[in-house]
C-alpha cells in the first residue's frame, strides 16, 4: 500500500511528480491546490472563502483545508493508497493529519521532500503562467513556505518519516529517482 504526502517549495515540480507517480500505482492524487481552484471556478462556498488568499499567496485556513481533506480521505477510491500533494503545509495540518491517519488506520504514509533551489522554482513558476504565478505573489508563496511549510522537514524527519529526492533535476530524472525511492 502506498500512502505519500509530497513535499517542498512551490515550483518543484510536485504536481507533476504526484500525477505521474499516482498513475503509475493507479492511485489517487490529492491536491489541496486543485480542489481548491476547482471550488473557485465553480464560485462554491469554499471556493469564495478561499479566493482572496489565493489570490495573495496566503495560506487558505487551516479549518477548511482540514475538512476537505478529511472528506477526501474518507471516498473509497483512497483504499488502495493515495499521494497528498500540497497539504500539510503548516505543523497544525500535520498534527490533524497524523490524528486522522491514525483514526482510519492509514498511519504508515511517508513524506518525500522534493527539494530545489529558489532560483530555480521562481524561474520555473514565472514560465508557468497560472493567475497567482505573478512575481509578488510567487515571492509571497516562498516566504509563506519556509515560515510555515518548511518547519515539516524537520517535524517528519524526527518521526522517520521523510525521504528526500533532489528536484533540480529533469523531469524525467526526478520520476526515476522517486520511482526508486518509493519502491526501497
Ligand atoms: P498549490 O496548487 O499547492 O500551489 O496551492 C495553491 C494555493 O492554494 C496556495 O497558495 C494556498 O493559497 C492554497 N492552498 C493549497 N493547499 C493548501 C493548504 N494545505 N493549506 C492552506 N492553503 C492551501
Not at 37 to 59: C, I, N
Not at 151 to 178: A, C, F, H, R, W
Request: net charge negative; proline share 5%.
Amino acid at each position: 500500500m502506498t500512502r505519500l504526502i509530497f513535499l517542498g517549495p512551490p515550483g518543484a515540480g510536485k504536481g507533476t511528480q504526484a500525477k505521474v507517480i499516482a498513475d503509475s500505482l493507479n492511485i489517487p492524487h490529492i491536491s489541496t491546490g486543485d480542489i481548491l481552484r476547482q471550488a473557485l471556478q465553480q464560485q462554491t462556498p469554499l471556493g469564495v472563502k478561499a479566493q482572496s488568499y489565493m489570490d495573495q499567496g496566503e495560506l487558505v485556513p487551516d479549518q477548511l483545508v482540514q475538512e476537505m481533506v478529511q472528506e477526501r480521505l474518507a471516498q473509497p477510491d483512497t483504499n488502495s493508497g493515495w499521494i497528498l500533494d500540497g497539504f500539510p503545509r503548516t505543523v497544525k495540518q500535520a498534527a490533524f493529519l497524523g490524528e486522522l491517519l491514525q483514526e482510519i488506520k492509514q498511519n504508515d504514509e511517508r513524506v518525500i521532500n522534493l527539494d530545489a533551489p529558489d532560483d530555480v522554482v521562481v524561474t520555473r513558476l514565472l514560465g508557468r503562467g497560472r493567475k497567482d504565478d505573478t512575481e509578488e505573489v510567487i515571492r509571497r508563496r516562498l516566504e509563506v513556505y519556509r515560515s510555515q511549510t518548511a518547519p515539516l522537514i524537520d517535524y517528519y524527519s524526527q518521526q522517520q518519516k521523510l525521504l528526500t529526492v533532489n528536484g533540480n533535476q529533469s523531469q524525467e530524472e526526478v520520476t526515476t529517482e522517486l520511482k526508486q525511492v518509493i519502491a526501497s
